[in-house]
């Protein structure tokens, strides 16, 4: 055990890339799937049963945590992982995205941002100070630069805009976090669709200087295909023998793009929000637990799969208790999601270490192609 953030390039495959993230609170083996814990807790999950799908770090929410229970009172109370009982690392977002979405409710300065509370409509102010601060307080073994993230479609003008305000922004982050062993900061790439602005964002970041890089505004109305297109090139513009994080991805086959492009991390809130609303995700494609056609089926949802839902459940009982509005339902439908994103992380990282990830990934897509998916 170390105790200090460092990362380690253990084998590439093409641009694809395994290694492993070493800190004092255990390591994380890349490529990673984070599961989202947005409130202090992923949704319909016990953080040993979140451990026992293989995943070794989960995302935490500054936006939300700040405003319930709040950073200091989570302080005051141990910090965030004796708080929610997770003993591995935590990485949390700098509350940037969160605050962006809330439209009319927030005003931007070159400052930071101020925003109405979505429960209470309280006031607020979120600078990259603060935003250190708060995952200062949490504990964070990850802390993420705070960065404006515009949606797109947007302008030029807009986006260049943007962006170097978040790279002042990173700046003032970088200064207020300090020198803190064992934690590290993210800075956070952004530029929307344009090359050359996501170039000019790079060289800032790296002038700056960070334990890790993110590759912000992606997944956030693009599609599939125009992130592809700038994961193209973006990852080409961090440092080689830094972890690089995808933030808010996504789908599995998303994933698999996005590592096949020199991506290292990711996290979203998807494996757990459909496991809440029926939609099941297997290596035959999706399936939708509320359809009729799944009544008096007794088959698993996956034969192949290991998780409690698949080896010990119907799929005609999990249509049941889904149907009867049962909690048993959520929690079995988001293990197996959970379960089943970590497993192709971990044929992703023995592919890449033997050398066959293009084989691996065209079998996987392979397997996909031929299924039968539900309507959703």
């Not at 599939?224 to 995808?246: G, T």
């Amino acid at each position: 055990m170390t105790n200090r953030f460092s990362f380690e390039l253990k084998a590439t495959d093409g641009k694809a890339r395994t290694g492993v993230i070493q800190t004092p609170r255990g390591e994380v083996r890349t490529p990673a799937f984070m599961p989202v814990g947005t409130a202090a807790t992923v949704k319909a999950m016990l953080p040993e049963s979140v451990r026992a799908t293989g995943a070794d770090i989960l995302l935490g929410n500054t936006y939300h945590l700040m405003l319930r229970p709040t950073a200091e009172r989570i302080d005051r109370l141990g910090g965030l992982h004796k708080f929610m009982n997770w003993d591995r690392p935590i990485l949390t977002d700098s509350g940037g995205f969160q605050v962006m979405s809330l439209a009319g409710l927030r005003k931007l300065t070159e400052k930071g941002v101020t925003f109405k509370s979505h429960i209470d409509g309280s006031k607020h102010e979120l600078t990259p100070e603060r935003s250190m601060e708060i995952q200062r307080l949490l504990g964070s073994d990850i802390v993420m630069c705070f960065d404006e993230c515009p949606a797109l479609p947007a302008d030029r003008d807009r986006l260049t805009e943007s962006m170097r305000l978040s790279m002042r922004w990173a700046q003032r982050s970088r200064d207020a976090f300090g020198d803190r062993p064992g934690h590290a900061l993210f800075g956070i790439m952004q530029g929307g669709l344009e090359q050359d602005l996501r170039e000019e964002s790079a060289e800032a970041l790296t002038s700056i200087g960070f334990d890790g890089y993110a590759v912000g505004g992606l997944a956030v109305g693009e599609g599939q295909a125009a992130m592809f297109d700038c994961l193209d090139y973006a990852p080409d513009f961090l440092p080689k023998d830094k972890p690089r994080y995808l933030m808010g991805v996504g789908k599995p086959d998303d994933i698999v793009g996005a590592v096949a492009r020199g991506i290292d991390m990711m996290d979203c809130v998807l494996p757990s929000r459909s496991g809440r609303t029926g939609q099941v995700f297997t290596r035959r494609g999706v399936v939708n637990i509320k359809n009729a056609r799944h009544a008096d089926d007794p088959r698993p949802l996956d034969e192949d799969c290991t998780c409690p839902a698949c080896t010990s459940y119907s799929r005609a009982y999990l249509h049941h208790v889904f149907r009867s509005n049962e909690m048993i339902a959520g929690m079995l439908l988001t293990w197996h999601n959970l379960h089943y994103f970590q497993e192709i992380m971990q044929g992703m990282r023995d592919a890449i270490s033997a050398g066959t990830f293009e084989a691996w990934q065209a079998q996987f897509h392979a397997q996909r192609a031929q299924c039968d998916i539900d309507p959703l």
